[in-house]
């Protein structure tokens, strides 16, 4: 039997920029929660954001519902 490559999946972070009131959410494609939450944060370094990481999601393609991967965030509302 053939072994498979790892499968990337769509993670969205949900995010929301101090002082704003309004979420904004950041999409990419990682093999799991936590390379897409290294992604999201070495982003947020290169470009000198001070952004507020709300939630973590998985995109299911076989239910096509979000799951919530949040856990890996240090503190979640």
């Known amino acids: 039997m053939k ?3 790892p499968r ?3 993670y969205r972070i949900r995010y929301q ?3 704003s ?8 494609m990682a093999f799991d929660a936590r390379q897409a939450l ?3 944060d070495e982003m ?8 507020e990481t709300i939630s973590i999601e998985k995109n299911n393609p076989y239910s096509s ?3 919530d991967k949040s856990d890996l965030l240090p503190t979640t509302k």
């Open 65 to 67: 519902k979000w799951e």
């Open 8 to 10: 990337m999946f769509e």
């Open 38 to 40: 290294a992604f999201h």
């Open 17 to 19: 920029v101090t002082p």
């Open 3 to 5: 072994q498979k490559d």
């Open 21 to 28: 009131v309004v979420s904004n959410y950041h999409y990419y």
């Open 44 to 51: 947020m370094q290169k470009r000198g954001w001070d952004l």
